[in-house]
């Protein structure tokens, strides 16, 4: 059912189709601004700036081959179903060209407004559309012949302007708070960076030594412990669901893997994953559980802060890499961290410090999910009509 005043158009009623260009190895690198796939995957909208890659071409080629403002990219192929047809709306009048596993389609009759369009090609119904719609075993994709026969539901030239207009707000106040989230997280760095070298001290520590240690020896010393978690399956957690979180070796989601109804720890501990990465964590206290490919540590407070120590780690993980065939099991970090203590009040100043960046850092990232989350549910009513504006 379409909205009163709107019309359900097809693709390729609104869009002129053109598959990419492709050229020889040699070209690459230099030349005119060039759109991959990956371009269009991370951006819904695209200026010059924002694509690294160049290609020579000739003036024949680049005529044939452009991409001006408006144009819509499609991405024709990808390894994953929910990757194929992403699109990206062009919004520059820098001239710039296309690769082979990219469409262009360049609007045909004056009934699509850009900024309207990178936002409605995403909506979940579009997309379920194209997803449906595309082809292969391995790798999927569409071509222009199942592109065009897409739908999409459009309101008159005015309101698409105006939603676009309100969803562009919601962007903007997005853009804000992760540049926020990035300056905040620069300057934890360069605080860590300062406190745990120990260039910049508080005052009254100044002239107290720090001892220095390896993890190992620290750990023989009965100063902390280190060990790994037990094997939770997926199969488990369906078999004994609730509430208490299991963490493994993803850095993302603070590097939670789901839900239990039983729990290993309701303690402060450090956690940290051994495979892909070695990233730390600060758990405070709560129930919890660790799995065979995270790592935990559990620390004597009467002469280590977790909230240091994790920091420490952190920073000290920072300057090395690990991944899946490097491994951070805790025999590999015993040897290769060497940590400072403090005496205990300055590890707890300086762990405040940490701490309060972090609460910091957690309430920008909370904000950026909120206005994510608002801004879905708005889209969702604005782009289907169920919400209407005034023009």
């Known amino acids: 059912m379409v909205p009163e005043g709107w019309e359900r ?6 869009l002129e189709f053109k598959n990419g260009f492709n ?14 796939v990956s371009e269009v995957l991370k951006h819904e909208s695209l200026t010059a700036d924002l694509i690294p890659g160049q290609v020579s071409v000739t003036g024949k080629e680049l005529s044939a081959n452009s991409v001006v403002h408006g144009d819509i990219l499609f991405n024709r192929t990808s390894e994953t179903t929910d990757e194929v047809g992403f699109t990206a709306v062009y919004l520059d009048t820098v001239p710039v060209i296309f690769g082979g596993f990219v469409i262009r389609g360049r609007p045909t009759n004056g009934s699509l407004h850009p900024e309207f369009t990178k936002y409605a090609l995403r909506q979940p119904s579009v997309r379920s559309e194209i997803i449906r719609r595309s082809q292969g ?14 739908e999409v539901a459009l309101p008159p ?4 302007r105006k939603i ?25 760095r360069a605080l860590m960076q300062s406190l745990l070298t120990g260039k910049r001290r508080f005052p009254e520590f100044e002239s107290q030594p720090w001892k220095d240690v390896r993890l190992g020896e620290a750990e023989e010393n009965g100063w902390l412990k280190l ?6 399956s997926k199969k488990d957690i369906a078999a004994f669901p609730g509430e208490y979180p299991i963490y493994s070796s993803s850095v993302v989601g603070k590097g939670e893997f789901g839900r239990y109804a039983e729990h290993m720890f309701d303690e402060e501990l450090i956690t940290w994953s051994v495979d892909g ?5 600060h758990r405070k206290r709560h129930k919890f559980s660790v799995t065979n490919v995270c790592g935990w540590m559990r620390v004597d407070t009467n002469i280590i802060n977790y909230a240091f120590m994790a920091a420490q780690l952190q920073f000290l993980h920072q300057r090395l890499q690990f991944d899946y065939q490097s491994k951070a099991h805790p025999s590999v970090i015993r040897n290769i961290y060497d940590i400072v203590v403090p005496s205990l009040p300055e590890q707890q100043a300086i762990g405040r410090v940490a701490a309060d960046c972090d609460n910091e850092i957690q309430t920008l990232e909370n904000d950026i999910t909120r206005l994510r989350t608002e801004k879905k549910a708005l889209m969702q009513q604005l782009l289907t009509g169920k919400r209407r504006v005034s023009v």
Not at 9 to 14: H, K, M, N, P, T
Not at 227 to 232: L, M, Y
Not at 277 to 281: C, D, E, I, M, V
């Open 157 to 160: 030239l005015p309101e698409q």
């Open 23 to 36: 050229t020889e190895k040699a070209n690459y690198g230099h030349g005119t601004p060039f759109i991959n």
């Open 227 to 232: 060990n790994r978690g037990k094997v939770i």
């Open 9 to 14: 158009q097809s693709l390729g009623d609104l």
């Open 277 to 281: 990465g070695g990233h730390f964590f």
């Open 164 to 188: 676009a207009d309100i969803l562009s707000t919601w962007d903007a106040a997005i853009e804000k708070t992760e540049a926020l989230l990035a300056t905040a997280k620069a300057q934890k």
């Open 137 to 150: 075993a391995v790798r999927s994709n569409i071509g222009q012949g199942e592109l065009s026969k897409v």
